[in-house]
């Protein structure tokens, strides 16, 4: 077994956002992630560029497509803005 750092390689995973709340989303994708792993995800909201961090919390490998509960942080304050307009519009 070889020991020494952990070597973390990018990959790109298409999904889909099921729900989104002010801290959190049910992303759908093909392929189960793990849990812990972190990435970017960029999508649109209400018609505008959203960016944020995410962390996957929960993963359901049974369902088809995977289903993935993630935390999700703004990438910054334009994006959380985004985010809070997007969540009244749809009156949540």
Do not use: W, Y
Request: charged content about 25%; hydrophobic content about 45%; aromatic content about 4%.
């Amino acid at each position: 077994m070889l020991s020494g750092p952990p070597l973390v390689v990018a990959k790109t995973v298409r999904v889909k956002v099921m729900e989104i709340s002010g801290d959190g989303a049910l992303l759908a994708a093909d392929e189960a992630l793990p849990v812990a792993a972190s990435g970017r995800l960029f999508t649109t909201l209400g018609g505008q560029r959203f960016e944020g961090e995410v962390n996957v919390r929960r993963v359901d490998p049974a369902r088809t497509p995977v289903l993935h509960g993630v935390v999700v942080v703004p990438a910054d304050s334009r994006d959380r803005e985004a985010l809070d307009e997007f969540l009244r519009r749809a009156g949540a």
